[in-house]
């Protein structure tokens, strides 16, 4: 993992530097497992991120504002504002050789202590006053963890000792010689990992590799002093705090970071900040992925009901297939009206010849009813199944413009970025009776309104992202002569490029037409059609939901997706 003890070194002293007596504005729920801080210090505003994740737990500074991604505050979450809302931030420490931060904060009630301890599968984030532990995320019982119980009202364990690895600073020429005779046909950095305290795979890699210029080397292939001699630089800059970030990148994407110059990876760039690299390596929590949590709910919600619809859609054109039933209907009826005479009552079946080319049909009669009861019987049953098999083509309409419907829902809740836009989602859901259960409440922020885009050129586009904002922005913001852009085939935003009067250049429409492949379920398509025509030709379904069109006298452009 690279998120080890000397990443967090450089983490803990980064924090000391930037947040040094700043005061606690906010404290969020980020999701189950992750938590933000907005401090405010050295007269701006700074956004910690702690995550205990099983995988990906760690704890940085991000460069943009958290958002809250929880609808009802967990009694950690309320015990982070109750307590760190309004207090100072006096400094984090790092016990020796742990993968583990202690921030450490002061308020009018008392000195509080916020514990991350990002270790794989065991992570956790613990507010602790007086060595009580007053809440937790991962809550852990005698159950689980005889040694180390995490629970409110129970005092605070550290993670045990590693008494079985020696300290680096400790090292001496003839203790590593012993530790590579020990299995020499072993990787060396794999002894380094088993035997050094705070050696991630990563350290113990870039050791090995300054030291034989290979990261296969064999324990049997080091030389003793020269791995100590690059040992013990790597970790007395560490020690005296002298970091050096870098990230390593391979296709544009990142596949390592570590708080010192990186060696044995190709593409390594220096950062200024150990956080940059964090961000880069695992991605800001910000923007719509910060809202993935308040959209659990709302998305399990459309998948039943799309499924639901979708079953009957199926049911429809599967009705629709059965003419040749409806029709045997009919002819069993005639038959028994011609043959009448011939049937006795009583009789529980009936065999005749409705065409000369065709085989006899075999007609099922109750024998409670006499022949030609049992051929109105019949008669009926055709007409039932006439009169549904004339509805079924408005059924299926129907049942497709909803379909449509909940997809551009669903693609909504995609492009979603705050609050009023997955509220407006849940919102449209429950007025139109697809929500099963108690309604959640969410936060209200009032509606949100569709994006506005103003180009070098002059020209002002109009973005809906969602079912509502389409409404608006196709008839309110425009007028019969802009353009309308839609893409092709998929549910998504409509835009409209406000001409007034003049003749839009390639490069406006372009970029407008990038903006709806981008706003649509096509987003991460390699090249999206997209449809343009003149706003007058854009129609509203009748009786279908807001923003459902129909459009003509389009034409159609290929574009990448970009973003606003």
Known sequence: ????????????????????????????????????????????????????????????????????????????????????????FVGATQPDWERVVQLNFVSSQGEFT??????ERRSNLLLVQNGQILDCIRRVGPGENRVRVSLPAHPYVPPPPQTFKCPPTALTLTLLAELLDAD???????????KLLGFSPMLAKEAVFRATGSLESRAADCSPRALLTEIQALIGALMQKQFAPHLCERDGQAIAYAAYPILHLPNAQPLERISDALNAFYGAPIGEAAYANAKKPVQAQLSEAIERVSRRLEALKRSQRDQAECERLRQCGELLLAYQYQIARGQTSFSAQYDFDAPPLEIALDPTLTPLENAQRYFEQYEK??????????????????????????????????????????????????????????????KSAPLKLSTPEGFVIWIGRNARQNDEVTFSKGSPDDLWLHARGVPGAHVIIKREGRTVPDAVLERAASLAAYYSAARHEAYVPVDVTERRYVRKIKGGQLGMVTYRNESTLTVRPRPA
């Open 114 to 119: 916020l514990i991350a301890e990002p270790m």
């Open 184 to 194: 020499r046909s072993k990787l060396a950095w794999r002894i380094l990992t088993e």
């Open 1 to 88: 993992m690279n998120f080890d003890v000397f990443t967090i070194a450089a983490v803990t002293a980064e924090l000391n530097a930037t947040l040094q007596d700043g005061r606690v504005q906010d404290a969020l729920e980020l999701g189950d497992d992750a938590i933000g801080l907005e401090i405010y210090s050295n007269h701006a505003r700074h956004y910690l991120y702690l995550s205990a994740h099983p995988q990906w737990a760690r704890l940085h500074l991000v460069p943009e504002r958290l958002r809250r991604g929880v609808e009802t505050p967990s009694p950690l979450g309320l015990m982070l504002r109750r307590h760190l809302e309004g207090s100072r």
């Open 385 to 446: 199944a006439k009169r549904a098999l004339a509805e079924v083509p408005s059924l299926i309409a129907a049942a497709e413009r909803e379909l449509d419907f909940l997809r551009q829902l669903e693609t909504d809740l995609a492009l979603a970025a705050n609050y009023p836009e997955i509220g407006e989602v849940q919102e449209a859901l429950q007025a139109n009776g697809y929500w099963r259960g108690t309604p959640t409440a969410r936060p209200r922020s009032g």
